[in-house]
């Protein structure tokens, strides 16, 4: 079975994301892309593998994203909040924020809040650059993204319609999100990621969507993000500087396949 041919994982979501975690010690020498795909047919139908390894630079450990079609990601915020509280609980970071290192990028994260086995975790995301064009509006958050402005959310088909629509003019290879400005200081967002397709949450997205609306002057600097996974609140420092993100994190239990519903009163990010 399954279970039986699978190393060491531990299980957990961020907002709604379900994520596998393994260390690269334990994985020997198995192809991690081969298995996300493997674990996309578990019962806890993750949406991705986070490998994680030592590092010898200045962060506290390294990750990698594993896409359920076994495509590498660049960045996966909602991933990334479930690594800093792994790492935290585990005692493998100091006193401090925890460093996470994602490519060329090294992220700071602190465990804000715990409750039972969920807790409201923050991090810092790498410094958006934004373009606008004419319908659209893309960020590179590690990542790119295209934002799709709506008067109001689409739904599930036409959305997986629109989808579609955006593939064949090209954008299949970045990360699509219907947004709907719902106040200077709310907003609602649905996803399409690359490699998985139609997720609860994306935590790169809502902090690219805020960061761009934002440097429009369309919404506040700090906004909450409703996603069908949950809540998340994100915080665009202005241009140059790193945004923020905070949202709940916690684990998968064994008969667990979605988020527990339960959310935290978001705040900002503490400084780090």
């Known amino acids: ?135 659209l509006l893309q960020v590179e958050l590690g990542n790119m993204h295209v934002i799709v402005m709506h008067d109001q959310l689409p739904s599930e088909e036409s959305w997986r319609y629109q989808v579609g629509k955006l593939h064949e003019q090209g954008l299949n290879d970045v990360n699509l999100h219907a947004v709907q400005i719902l106040s200077e200081d709310t907003i609602a967002m649905s996803s399409w990621e690359r490699g998985v397709g139609p997720t609860l949450a994306c935590a790169s997205g809502a902090t690219a969507a805020v960061s761009g609306l934002a440097s429009m002057n369309r919404i506040h600097d700090s906004v909450l993000v409703k996603q069908p996974g949950g809540e998340l609140r994100v915080h665009w420092q202005g241009d140059g500087a790193q945004p923020t993100n905070s949202g709940m994190v916690g684990d998968l239990d064994e008969d667990e396949q979605g988020p527990s519903g339960n959310n935290m009163r978001q705040r900002h990010c503490e400084q780090t």
């Open 1 to 135: 079975m399954m279970s039986d041919r699978l190393p060491m994982l531990r299980w957990m979501q961020g907002t709604g994301n379900r994520f596998a975690i393994a260390d690269q010690a334990d994985l020997q020498d198995r192809d991690p892309s081969e298995l996300a795909r493997l674990l996309a047919a578990h019962p806890h139908r993750p949406d991705g593998l986070l490998v994680l390894a030592p590092d010898a630079t200045t962060s506290d450990v390294a990750m990698r994203i594993f896409n359920s079609d076994g495509s590498e990601a660049r960045m996966c915020g909602n991933g990334l909040r479930c690594v800093v509280y792994d790492q935290v609980r585990r005692g493998l970071v100091g006193a401090g924020p925890a460093r996470i290192r994602v490519g060329d990028h090294v992220l700071e994260g602190r465990v804000q809040s715990v409750s039972g086995q969920e807790a409201l975790v923050c991090t810092t995301m790498p410094v958006p650059t934004i373009v606008r064009t004419e319908g």
